[in-house]
């Protein structure tokens, strides 16, 4: 049997690769032309700790000295003494270049350019070979006819030959006069990574997803995944624009939420004029409640303003979730530059 371990670098960049049942993840990872940092290869220095965030394994051998107890019991280990028993999820603490390896380049074709909505793209490409990603994570787009790329978080399932992306039509933007002017079916794209620290860890208790605008689009991927895993949990998705008219992909996520069960849906409308059941900011309706106690995996996603309104709120509400996870859709390069 063998599992796909994804090694998660400390630059953000992951690499997916096979790793047989008795085979170690050190060794497969060499395989695959990447140095995970090593001394004695016995268990017995701890240079090659990382830590386990997702999957069952089994550790062989090793000293005390090289990792504590206590640490195996927290999900650390020794990727020398580690067979996988399932896919996992390992994060390496080291930047890929240490480690020798670096994020893939995979070239792509434009299958169609939707106009979702006026200010979202739909971007839907064929893949030369499918990328592993986490559900959640991004790639680097680069533009055609120019040397800048655009980051983009994919709203489609992993591992697929196709892959999906939402992607907000800023006036004047490089990608967006692309995606609205000149790309067509055909056209090749190169598309980076995966990378990025945002994606979905196991579903463990309830969940409270926070999109904003396009930043939807990581959770459609984390959708796609738990209509494929299930889920035990809740799961509350919070998805705020400023026009209902901004509003996308809704049949779809209610179709994938009855799919799952259990999914609860929230839009909310930013615009004043607006009729809505739901008007302003998602901090207006994010309440103690929503936290569960704190027994909730918070995701947050969308324009830098949103996330650090929530984060605020949070602290201002003095909840503290078992986990927090958010990104922001930082511009690539500042309004000087871009212009
Ligand atoms: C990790 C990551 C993942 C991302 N994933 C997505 C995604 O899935 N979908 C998506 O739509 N975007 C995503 N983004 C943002 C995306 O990479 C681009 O920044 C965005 O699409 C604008 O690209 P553009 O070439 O059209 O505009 P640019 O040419 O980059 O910008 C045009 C003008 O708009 C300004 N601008 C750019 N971004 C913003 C903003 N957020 N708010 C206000 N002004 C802005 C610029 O400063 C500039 O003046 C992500 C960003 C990061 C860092
Ligand atoms: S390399 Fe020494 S414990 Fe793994």
Redesign the pocket.
């Known amino acids: 049997m063998t599992y796909q371990i994804a090694l998660n670098f400390e630059d953000g960049v992951t690499r997916v690769i096979d790793c047989d049942e008795d085979e170690l993840v050190m060794d497969a990872a060499f395989r695959a032309k990447i140095n995970i940092p090593m001394d004695c290869r016995d268990g017995v220095c701890g240079t090659c700790k990382c830590f386990a965030e997702k999957g069952e394994y089994e550790m062989g051998f090793y000293l005390e000295e090289a990792m504590t107890e206590d640490e195996a019991g927290e999900g650390y280990v020794l990727s020398c003494q580690m067979t996988p028993k399932s896919d996992c999820v390992v994060k390496v603490p080291a930047s890929s270049l240490v480690c020798k390896t670096g994020a893939e380049t995979v070239a792509a074709e434009v299958i169609a350019v939707d106009a979702l909505s006026e200010t979202?793209f739909g971007l839907r490409v064929k893949l030369s070979k499918p990328i592993a990603f986490l559900p959640g994570q991004?790639v680097n787009i680069g533009?055609p006819g120019t040397d800048?790329h655009?980051?983009?978080?994919f709203?489609s399932a992993p591992g697929a030959d196709e892959g999906s992306?939402?992607?907000?039509?800023?006036k004047?933007?490089?990608?967006?006069?692309w995606l609205g002017e000149i790309a067509k079916p055909g056209d090749k794209l190169d598309l980076t990574g995966p990378?990025?620290a945002?994606y979905l860890r196991p579903v463990e208790r309830p969940q409270l997803w926070l999109a904003g605008?396009?930043?939807l689009?990581?959770f459609l991927a984390m959708l796609e995944s738990v209509a494929v895993s299930g889920s035990d949990h809740p799961i509350r998705l919070y998805y705020a624009v400023t026009h209902g008219a901004d509003l996308v992909e809704l049949e779809r996520m209610q179709a994938l939420a009855d799919q799952i069960g259990n999914v609860q849906i929230v839009t909310i409308l930013a615009a004043k004029d607006e009729e809505h059941d739901r008007k302003g900011f998602v901090t207006d309706h994010l309440g103690l409640e929503d936290f569960n106690g704190g027994d909730s995996d918070v995701y947050l996603c969308g324009?830098?303003p949103m996330v650090e309104a929530v984060r605020q709120h949070m602290a201002a509400l003095g909840v503290a979730p078992a986990s927090f996870h958010f990104?922001?859709?930082?511009?690539?390069?500042?309004?000087a530059v871009?212009?």
């Open positions: 979202s991004y533009v800048r655009r980051s983009y978080s709203s992306f939402l992607i907000r039509n800023l004047g933007g490089v990608m967006s006069t990378m990025g945002f605008g396009t930043g689009a990581p324009p830098p990104e922001k859709f930082n511009p690539t390069e500042t309004p871009a212009a």
